[in-house]
């Protein structure tokens, strides 16, 4: 099936710093998705992106679909101690069903 | 509140018992997910339910069974057949229209005594 290569795997960061993590496929996508996951809670939506080349941003976080339909960036700007959490991408070739990646680990120290 | 609820939080299950894992939502969803979580992994597709009496086998189904008898409920089962089953075990549900998301429960980790 298809699989998503999501990076860094985990990110250990300044509180202030901005942080950058991608996702690549080797097959394309119509949709991608990045949520985030808090210890012990189920994946909450951050942004949704539904065309090649859309950019967009949801306060600090930014994403981007990349023009190959096959990436996706989050960046998110002036890290605060509450963006600790695991963040996923997920991309979707079809209604519904989606492919996760394995979730990058951020921590931001104080 | 409109949403997606999981229960219990915690299972715990005995060797060679089967246990069941509840997900409720009243959001109206035609679509209904069942993931498993292990730490440091991706969400692997174990079931999957787009309409009602129907239901589709994901990526790792083998120990796992599901119903989906009511649009509101989709309970996933942990046979005795699932050897490793202590793990994060997520639902979700989207509208199964256009531009589709899921949304997900909070979880119920399930342990091996």
């Known amino acids: 099936g298809q699989q998503l290569n999501q990076s860094p795997q985990s990110m250990f960061i300044q509180e202030g710093e901005d942080v950058s993590m991608n996702c690549t496929s080797s097959s394309i996508f119509n949709t991608w998705l990045w949520y985030k996951q808090d210890p012990g809670e189920g994946p909450v939506l951050l942004i949704a992106l539904y065309k090649a080349g859309e950019l967009t941003s949801n306060g600090r976080l930014t994403a981007q679909f990349g023009i190959t339909r096959k990436d996706s960036f989050l960046n998110i700007s002036a890290s605060i101690p509450s963006d600790v959490g695991i963040y996923f991408c997920a991309g979707q070739l079809n209604a519904g069903k989606s492919t996760f990646g394995d979730g990058t680990t951020l921590t931001v120290k104080p | 509140d409109g949403g997606i609820t999981q229960s219990p939080k915690y299972l715990f299950r005995k060797e060679g018992q089967n246990v069941t894992l509840s997900c409720e939502q009243n959001?109206?969803?035609?679509?209904m997910y069942w993931y498993r979580q292990d730490p440091g992994q991706g969400l692997r597709l174990i079931y999957y339910s787009q309409i009602v009496n129907d239901f589709q086998k994901g990526d790792i189904a083998e120990g796992y069974s599901v119903s989906r008898e009511k649009k509101e409920s989709f309970p996933l089962t942990v046979t005795s057949a699932q050897k490793n089953p202590t793990a994060f075990y997520l639902c979700a549900s989207h509208p199964g229209k256009s531009k589709n998301i899921q949304y997900f429960g909070a979880g119920t980790r399930l342990s091996v005594l």
């Open positions: 959001l109206n969803h035609d679509a």
